[in-house]
């Protein structure tokens, strides 16, 4: 008789966002999940986040009490946020027979780089987790934090939970990475803005990608990275109805081509113009790397025409980055010879993002059309294989938003 290999149990990463245990009400909704999904034979690794806005009244806490915080200080303090979730969690978990054991991130192995407060993963060895899972306990593990290669405690950044699920799916080879948060999926709008706003069922890694990068919140785009490079399937969630979300699945021949998937939006820039520069080699190169060397996150950039030897050049960077550029840019136009800044805080992009534009050159030019048609002027363009987005008017951006939902007929549901 041959031997008979019994069939793998199957794995989930369950990860929980801040309004997702924000009391001990929801703790105990989750545990009550979690012992159902154990019920259907599937083993349970639990990520969790800092109840509510922990984070951020630790954030505020730290800034009443010092003006000087070091970034190990910062990390130890933050830390603490998803440290308390994971001890409270497993004791919702223990009071439903569900027996749990908590983990920081340094004890489930995660190995970062030392820059505090935004720590890079280096290595993951989660052997107490599969410890933990082999003895038949759900581990619960401390979200976006780790130790550092000096041995301090790490912080992964803003909406690193997200981060350190997917990257826990990764190395224990789950069969997928569960986010669970406040809203039931990925939409095609904010649904703030758009009351017709659908959730969009199935995705792909490289379209949720793009959108994250143009202002949709959730997931982290660093963790619908993470999972892309690893094959990660994901499912964006809610925690309140459990119902279906969204899949995030790498791009397969099945899956519908739509010709936009969705509309993103992003307040958070400014706009920053150098005009009458010299029209000359070096400029651009000089500007963009001085702005580099400083970290600040460029993200659009236009070169006018020249005229009489004299160009500008605009870019959009991150509202809480104006202020060092207003610092690097006028010793610049001195470096330069010549150039006046200015810097406009009222913009807002709008962007169309589908992966079926790539082979219809149409898009650009209906979305043009809908935003003249509203009367929106359009201050910069950029594009990429699939996506195209505008600069307007701060105040125009809900219209953009509402008008190109509705003529990309995203409201209405697919057949
Ligand atoms: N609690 C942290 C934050 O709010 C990390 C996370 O939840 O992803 O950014
Ligand atoms: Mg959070």
Redesign the pocket.
Known sequence: MGLVASPAVALVVQKF??TSVADADRMREVADHVKRTIKHGTDVVLVV??MGKE?DDLLKLAAEVSDIRPGREMDMLITAGERKATALMSMALFDIGVPAESFTGSQAGFLTDTTHTNARILEIRPDRVRESLAAGRVPVIGGSQGMSTERDVTFLG??G?DTTAVALAAALDADSCELYTDVSGVFNADPRLVPGARRVDKISFEALLEMTATGCPKPAMRSVEFARNHGVTLHVRSAFTWEPGTWVVEEDPTMEHALVTAITHDTSEAKITLANAPDEPGVAATVFRRLAERDVNVDMIVQNVSAQGHTAISFTAPHRQVDICLEIMPALSEQLGSGEVTVDQHIGRVSLVGAGMQSNPGVAARMFEVLAEAGINIEMISTSAIRVSCVVREDRVEDAVQALHAAFELDKPLV
């Open positions: 966002g801040g986040s800092a984070t803003r909406g939970s």
